[in-house]
Every structure is written in structure tokens, then in C-alpha cells.
């Protein structure tokens, strides 16, 4: 298959981006602000506590951003933000796999009736591009090889188990209605101004601080890392030039053990392993998980180019000189993190 390039497509002119005050929305939405062909970007968000206007910074002071406050799941206000859009970028979500395990409903209403909202308006306005923003954990453990988008998906968690929902829902709507969607599913992303809640912001924010990191299990998890604007760079790409109808794997093949994480983090912030605890797993823990994202490297060129252990350098400076960034949010009352329990659904009952 010929590889095109973005250069190839359609302007872009309209994008709507949901939950673009995120973590990866907001690296998104600046990528997309630099863009010649975009004349109009709106930011869509509910602002959780996992959105923050301070992500989108200087970029909202920029003519061609319009920032909207409202839920995906407020049909009126989507059906009339829609409306003048070509193109829709849909990353709202909750996307934490522990509060999955004790907020379900929302979990369910936001990723997946969240998502059906959006797809109706955009089929109802003729948007000309929609882009559904997925997870490697959509698959499930992948104990040896790759999957490729043809693999059957078997989630585990329930967050996993809301964007596979989520997934063949916008799928749906592709193949039912002939609405134009791509999925991208990428693997776990990390960079500046990730919610101090996921791994690698968690274990720097607390080494940072003096304090001790704990390790699920054995350590012997595996993820694969892909840089923030190596997964913006694929979406763009998806965006611009993904076939409708299909789905996408973004990841870059940097496949590493928790324990193998843990040892460069604890090596950029200056600390030794008597700094990490081992706790018991969790209820649920996939093994592995592994893309196979040649497909999205043949028919888009998609190529990242993050080096893991330079750019997580960079990521560690970036938490280093912004504690103004992370610190409230280890603090906010109203979003406390869950206790992750080991053990069956007693123990879940118990909290
Ligand atoms: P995030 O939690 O940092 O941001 C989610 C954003 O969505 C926040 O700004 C939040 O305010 C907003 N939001 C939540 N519910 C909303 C609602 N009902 N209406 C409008 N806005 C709402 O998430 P992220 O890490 O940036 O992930 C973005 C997307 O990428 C998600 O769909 C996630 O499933 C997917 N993804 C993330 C990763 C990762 O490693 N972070 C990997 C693969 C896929």
C-alpha cells in the first residue's frame, strides 16, 4: 500500500476536540493550533478533575481557540457546538484504570454514552472526519506477539471494557450509517503534564517529594511507552488521511517491565531501589500488552520518534520545575484516589 502523508488530504479547517484540557488533548490541540490549514479549534471538555485549563495555557489565548464547558454527554449544547466543525477529535474519557474499579457508571456513561452523543451530532451535521481516540487495553493480555486492528478484543478492567465498548460502537456507526471514523488505539502514553494518578507522573511526583513507590506484583508487567507526541503525531495522521471504517494501532514497539521503568525513574530522580516497595497485585493486572502497528506505519507513514530514555529525561524536568502543576492535584479533595485493594469483590464491598 502506497504510504500518503497529511500533506495529501483534505484541509483540515474546523476541529472539534473533545476532553482537549486533558493530558493528551491539550498536546493535541497545540499541535493542531500550528497547523496552516486550521482556521478553527474547539476544545470541548467538562473539566473533571482530570482536565485543567492550565494545560491548554498560553494556547488559549489564541484567536483561533474556542474553549467550550460542557459534558459530551449534554446532547444540546454538542448538537450545537457541532454544527460548524469538518472534523471531530474525540479523546473525552475517563481514562483511569484503579477508579474504574470503583466508578463504573461513569466510566460507561462518559466513554461509551459520551461517544454515541458525539457520533450522532457529527452524522447529523455531515462532519467530514471523526477520529474515536482508543487503548491498547481494548485487546486484553497479549501474552506472546503483537495484535494487529483484525484481533478479537477481550478487555479485562472496566475502563478496558468501556473504550472496547466504545470502539465498536463508532465502528457501528461507520459501517451502519457510513459515518467517516477511524480508531486509533495506542499504547500507554507519558510526557509533561500527565494527572500525577498514572505510573510514571505518580513514581516521579513521589520520588520527588522523598517519598517510597510501590510495585504491583512481581514488577514483571509489561507496557509499551509511546511518547505523547508520538501518539498526537499518529492521530494527526489518522485525521488527516485514515481510511474511514478502520482502525489504527499507534505504539513504538519500547516494551519495558515495570521493574525496568521503575529502574530509570529511580535513576532520574536521584534515588536507589530501597526507595520501592512491593505490594500485592491487583484484583486485575494484564500481563503484557503488545501492537502490531504496521499497518499504521505502510498506509500513513507513521513513524515516532521519542527516544524512551531521553524524552522520559525531559518528562522528569518537567515535573522537577513545575510542582505548581502537580501538586494540587495530589491535594484535591474532591478526587480522591481510590485504595487499591488485592483480593475479590469482598474486599471491594469493604471500602
Ligand atoms: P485524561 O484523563 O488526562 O483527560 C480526559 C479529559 O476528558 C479531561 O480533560 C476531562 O476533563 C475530559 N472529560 C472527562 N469526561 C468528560 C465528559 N463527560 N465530557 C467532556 N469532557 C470530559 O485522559 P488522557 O490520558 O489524555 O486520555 C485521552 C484519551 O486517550 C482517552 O480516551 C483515553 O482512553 C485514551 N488513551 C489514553 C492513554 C494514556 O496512556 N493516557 C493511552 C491510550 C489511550
Not at 493530558?23 to 493550533?33: D, Q, T
Not at 517529594?209 to 510501590?214: E, H, L
Not at 513504538?252 to 500485592?280: H, K, S
Not at 527516544?307 to 484535591?332: G, I, K, N
Request: contains cysteine; proline residues 6%; hydrophobic residues 40%.
Amino acid at each position: 500500500m502506497a504510504t500518503v502523508t497529511g500533506a495529501d488530504a483534505a484541509p483540515l479547517q474546523a476541529v472539534l476536540v473533545t476532553g482537549g484540557a486533558g493530558f493528551i488533548g491539550s498536546h493535541f490541540v497545540k499541535r493542531l493550533l500550528r497547523c496552516p490549514d486550521v482556521a478553527e479549534v474547539t476544545v470541548l471538555d467538562a473539566l473533571t478533575y482530570a482536565g485543567s485549563l492550565k494545560n491548554l495555557g498560553g494556547a488559549l489565548d489564541d484567536p483561533k481557540l474556542e474553549f467550550v464547558h460542557a459534558s459530551i454527554l449534554d446532547q444540546p449544547v454538542v448538537d450545537a457546538v457541532m454544527g460548524r466543525h469538518t472534523a471531530v477529535v474525540h479523546f473525552a474519557a475517563e481514562s483511569h484504570v484503579d477508579r474504574s474499579f470503583f466508578h463504573d457508571a461513569a466510566f460507561l456513561s462518559t466513554n461509551v454514552l459520551g461517544t454515541q452523543v458525539l457520533l450522532d451530532a457529527a452524522l447529523r451535521h455531515r462532519v467530514r472526519r471523526f477520529v474515536h481516540v482508543s487503548t491498547d487495553e481494548v485487546y486484553g493480555p497479549w501474552l506472546t506477539g503483537a495484535a494487529s486492528e483484525r484481533d478479537r478484543l477481550a478487555p479485562t478492567v472496566p475502563y478496558a471494557a468501556s473504550k472496547a465498548a466504545s470502539d465498536l460502537v463508532a465502528l457501528s456507526y461507520a459501517r451502519t450509517y457510513g459515518a467517516p471514523v477511524c480508531v486509533t488505539r495506542s499504547s500507554n502514553n507519558y510526557g509533561p503534564a500527565q494527572h500525577p494518578e498514572k505510573i510514571i507522573p505518580l513514581f516521579i511526583t513521589s520520588l520527588l517529594k522523598g517519598q517510597d513507590v510501590a510495585l504491583h506484583g512481581d514488577g514483571k508487567h509489561v507496557r509499551n511507552w509511546l511518547h505523547v507526541q508520538d501518539n498526537c503525531a499518529g492521530i494527526e495522521l489518522v485525521l488527516r488521511a485514515g481510511r474511514p471504517g478502520e482502525i489504527y494501532n499507534l505504539s513504538d514497539g519500547i516494551d519495558l517491565t515495570n521493574n525496568e521503568l521503575t529502574r530509570i525513574l529511580l535513576q532520574l530522580c536521584g534515588a536507589g531501589w530501597d526507595r520501592v516497595r512491593y505490594v500485592p497485585d491487583r484484583t486485575a493486572n494484564d500481563l503484557r500488552y503488545a501492537m502490531d502497528c504496521a499497518k499504521a506505519r505502510e498506509e500513513l507513514g507513521y513513524r515516532p520518534t521519542h527516544d524512551l530514555e531521553t524524552a522520559l529525561a525531559e518528562t522528569v524536568e518537567w515535573y522537577r520545575s513545575r510542582p505548581d502543576r502537580w501538586a494540587p492535584a495530589l491535594r484535591d479533595p474532591a478526587a480522591p484516589l481510590p485504595r487499591i485493594l488485592p483480593g475479590g469483590p469482598e474486599q471491594r464491598e469493604a471500602i
